[in-house]
């Protein structure tokens, strides 16, 4: 029994389980496709990753298949049980490197599991490897990457967006069903919406951090990417919940997978759907996208749903208080690589000053230096008052508008992002890059949960369109209902067709 | 502007990042150019706003009992040090350090 790579890029998590579970294949078959598709795609094309760990995954789905044949069915041998999977790299998974995408971090061996990683495993699925993105997170098209450039599926001279881009990809070639990135300010969602795929940013505090690389703690959460909602939910709902090791993360019910269903059965009839009709004019926003959204508020309302105009007064002073507070916050947490303890050093310092300062500067790339020169600044006597104190009263200011839009609806509807995958190299200035997430950014600054649901190709570009959903607070159930519903009417691929055709090319048989 | 390239200096300095002449003049003006991208922050009416230092509204200290709990071992705490000795971390003499390339 072999399973070829252009049956496996087409698998759901749910076809994985099922086939399992029907015994048409095992876990290593699954594993061996994996390997396959990514010897096919990976070198010559995506780039999406800057490790790979082939013998690890083939180990797990050992496990996997040791409980299938025990007698147990895959669905108890956990949620993700044979389902390939790849972690961004400022996750730590043990066995592997952790890079960061950082010449800083470059030899860095894991000492732990990510608790997202561990328990991805646990539900018994299977890593494949460890995902290109932009230097320490810092960026929206994974070029910052020190080691590589990730070219998007859907067309290989365009980026994927960031910063995490290699899962992105990764998934939206085929070469894994499902994979993990961390957002801070639309590094899940933004990489989604160029490559075509699902993206969620779960609310703040549902998925724990512990052992994943910390940009801005205040904003950062981690998710995953699929090519379908309910893969989406069933990875979320394999890994979130409280852990000790991150007090921000609460008490969540898995629930998410449940919430798919509900919007598949019941629908949206009745769910009132924000909208803020200036967005539309904000900076950037190009007319493929703008018709691509408004097509699809045109669905939600034939699916019962009610649109209702909103206002966020302060949302526009989103993007300056991302500006304040992440580099602050980036400043603080890339202090820690001293090049003492662990990361980059030069062999050959005389002072400790020296070996500070020229392991920093040759260890760190211009953007990572970029935001911890920002952050300097902005928290320095004086410059506090008038940027740093201001930006977390805003933030105030922001998270009342949420709160008051979501005593409203039960959801509210952008762009994810103004414009479709830009070419590698089109936009170097950090400024217009900073306004490819001007849709996302609010959301990490309130602390809501937001997905990312491919709604076409651009007109314009050929390139695909997100849609953002928001939702309120630790209620991500709405979001998933409503992209659910969504989702069911469109009937669009969501693996990348120029990939799927490398695919289908001779060497594709498992070994 | 905000900054002149002494100053970006000055925070180079601070930030422990060494920095060469010839890259000053760039790394000024991208970051005057960001700097210039955050002025809305300023425009806010914000007496009695209190601030919002995380998205949890109600999470104030999280504490654990305190109780010793297993951690990693001398030999995995060393493991990824780029220089060490005895078993420890080996630096460069600090007492004869004169302020770095400052």
New interface residues.
């Given amino acids: 029994m072999s399973l070829s790579p252009a049956e496996y890029t087409g698998f759901s998590v749910l076809d994985i389980l099922t086939g399992l579970d029907c015994r048409d294949f095992t876990a290593r078959d699954v594993a061996k496709a994996a390997i396959a598709t990514i010897e096919s795609l990976e070198a010559e094309h995506v780039g999406a990753f800057i490790s790979l760990t082939p013998e690890m995954a083939l180990k797990a789905a050992g496990n996997v298949d040791g409980t299938c044949v025990s007698g147990a069915s895959p669905f108890e041998a956990g949620l993700l049980a044979g389902v390939p999977i790849g972690y961004k790299d400022n996750m730590n998974l043990l066995g592997s490197r952790t890079t960061c995408a950082s010449r800083m971090m470059e030899n860095y061996e894991s000492m732990v599991n990510a608790t997202c990683v561990s328990k991805t495993l646990a539900a018994g699925a299977l890593p494949m490897g460890k995902t290109n993105l932009d230097e320490f997170a810092f960026g929206s098209s994974t070029e910052t990457s020190a080691f590589k450039t990730t070219h998007n599926p859907w067309d290989l001279t365009r980026v994927p967006g960031g910063s995490s881009g290699g899962s992105a990809a990764a998934v939206a070639s085929g070469m894994l069903t499902v994979a993990l990135g961390s957002d801070t300010g639309g590094s899940i969602r933004q990489p989604a919406s160029f490559c075509g795929v699902v993206g969620f940013k779960p609310t703040y505090g549902v998925v724990s951090r512990y052992g994943v690389v910390a940009f801005g703690s205040s904003l950062d959460q981690v998710g995953p990417f699929g090519r379908s909602v309910a893969d989406v939910a069933l990875t979320t709902d394999a890994m979130c919940g409280h852990d000790v090791r991150d007090s921000t993360s609460q008490n969540i019910d898995p629930t998410y997978y449940k919430s798919v269903l509900a919007g598949q059965r019941e629908g949206i009839k009745g769910m009132r759907v924000g909208v803020v009709s200036e967005y539309l004019n904000a900076p950037g926003v190009t007319a493929e996208v703008t018709a691509a959204f408004k097509e699809a508020l045109q669905r939600v309302e034939d699916l019962g749903a009610h649109i209702v105009e909103l206002e966020l007064p302060h949302a526009k002073a989103a993007l300056s208080a991302y500006y304040v507070i992440g580099p602050c916050e980036a400043f603080s947490n890339l202090s820690r690589f001293d090049s003492i303890r662990y990361g980059y050093c030069v062999p050959d310092a005389t002072t400790m000053t020296e070996q500070y300062e020229r392991s920093r500067a040759e260890g760190f790339g211009p953007e990572v230096i970029r935001r911890i020169l920002l952050g300097t600044y902005l928290l320095s006597s004086g410059v506090y008052d008038t940027y740093y104190y201001p930006a977390q009263q805003v933030r105030t200011l922001i998270t009342q508008d949420y709160h008051s839009a979501f005593e409203q609806v039960d959801v509210l509807l952008t762009p994810t992002s103004p414009r479709t995958a830009f070419a590698v190299g089109e936009v170097s200035d950090p400024t217009t890059m900073y306004l490819s997430d001007i849709f996302t950014i609010p959301i990490n600054i309130a602390g809501n949960g937001g997905l990312s649901l491919p709604i076409g190709l651009g007109l314009d570009s050929g390139m695909p369109v997100g849609l953002q959903i928001i939702g309120p607070q630790f209620k991500d159930s709405n979001i998933m209902r409503v992209a659910a519903a969504l989702e069911a009417t469109y009937d669009i691929p969501r693996l990348a067709p120029l990939v799927q055709e490398l695919s289908n090319t001779p060497g594709g048989d498992a070994r | 502007m905000?900054?002149t390239t002494e100053?970006?200096r000055e925070?180079?300095?601070?930030?422990?990042?060494?920095?060469h002449d010839e890259e000053l003049p760039a790394?000024t003006r991208?970051?005057n150019?960001?700097?210039d991208?955050?002025?809305?922050?300023?425009?806010?009416e914000?007496d009695e706003?209190?601030?919002?230092?995380?998205?949890?509204a109600g999470?104030v200290n999280?504490t654990?009992e305190d109780v010793a709990k297993p951690c990693?071992t001398q030999q995995?705490?060393l493991?990824?040090?780029?220089?060490t000795q005895d078993g420890q971390?080996k630096?460069?003499?600090?007492l004869?350090?004169?302020?770095?390339?400052r």
């Fill in positions: 905000h900054l100053a970006v925070l180079a300095f601070c930030a422990r990042i060494e920095l790394l991208d970051l150019a960001i700097m991208s955050l002025e809305p922050i300023t425009h806010f914000l706003v209190e601030p919002t230092y995380h998205p949890i999470l999280v654990r990693l995995e705490a493991s990824n040090a780029p220089f971390f630096i460069p003499p600090i004869a350090d004169a302020g770095g390339t």
